[in-house]
């Protein structure tokens, strides 16, 4: 089953372009985008080590931005970041965010006083560049809206939680701090009603739509890898959830990475 191609643009604002499930393929992959409407993505570098190849894949593709950080779950494996190397990243053009950053209490609770120290890092940095925050939260919950409230009342920043799948207790602890969530393929899977409930009780003004690229694939594509084009059939359950029409809330989520993804935007307006 194809994507059909619709008027409307959406953005797929975290996916990993970089990864072995996209090699010798990105050009299809990105025409593949265009043609179902989604003509930007943000590609995410997890690891710095690996900064480089996803740096040269935005410079490479017109539609393509990036964010780099080092994920909670490779946290213990990978030197400690700086706020300084972050912060120098955002000289370039196409960095557009910081993250993913975040809590991961899933598969590495052994860990987390050293991924509350980077998370720490990744805050300080997006408030000194006054880029958004990219946050990864599982299993976290309680420490995640303590931190980043804490932090929150030292000085603002802005953050999307990215692929939100939490309890609704850091969805609101979220909202209330002005912060935006994105939704994935999971709000689309059938035992996931109650994500879909969070994501129906927050303001529309609030939502980013995403793919978390090469994961999470939404139906009709369950089970296989995940790419950019598919955005827009997470956008069309996103659109059924607030009783609009498609093109109506990839209006909203367009408008909303605008607001949030400040610098992607003006690249947009000067390109």
């Known amino acids: 089953m194809s994507t059909p191609r619709t008027a409307a643009l959406v953005t797929d604002s975290h996916c990993h372009l970089d990864f072995p499930d996209f090699e010798g393929e990105l050009d299809q992959i990105i025409a593949s985008a265009a043609d179902a409407g989604v003509t930007r993505m943000v590609t995410i570098c997890t690891k710095m080590a690996n900064l480089d190849q996803v740096r040269a894949i935005a410079e490479a593709h017109a539609p393509v931005f990036f964010a780099a950080a080092t994920h909670p779950m490779s946290v213990a494996a990978e030197p400690m970041v700086t706020v300084d190397e972050l912060v120098a990243l955002a000289d370039h053009p196409k960095f557009v965010g910081i993250g993913e950053s975040g809590l991961d209490y899933h598969y590495t609770a052994d860990s987390r006083d050293m991924q509350i120290e980077s998370l720490r890092i990744h805050i300080e940095a997006a408030r000194r560049t006054s880029l958004p925050l990219i946050i990864h939260a599982r299993d976290a919950d309680d420490d995640m809206a303590r931190i980043l409230a804490e932090e929150h009342a030292k000085g603002p920043y802005s953050c999307v939680m990215h ?109």
């Open 163 to 271: 692929c939100f799948s939490s309890g609704p207790e850091l969805a609101r602890a979220a909202l209330d701090l002005g912060f935006y969530l994105s939704m994935s393929g999971i709000a689309t899977f059938p035992r996931s009603q109650e994500v879909r409930d969070i994501f129906a009780a927050a303001p529309v003004d609030r939502i980013l739509v995403e793919t978390d690229a090469p994961y999470l694939a939404p139906p009709p594509y369950r089970g296989r890898r995940n790419e950019p084009a598919y955005t827009a059939h997470t956008a069309k359950v996103g659109a059924e959830l607030y009783g609009l029409s498609y093109e109506d809330f990839a209006a909203h989520t367009q408008q909303n990475f605008d607001r949030l993804f400040t610098k992607a935007a003006a690249y947009k307006a000067s390109a």
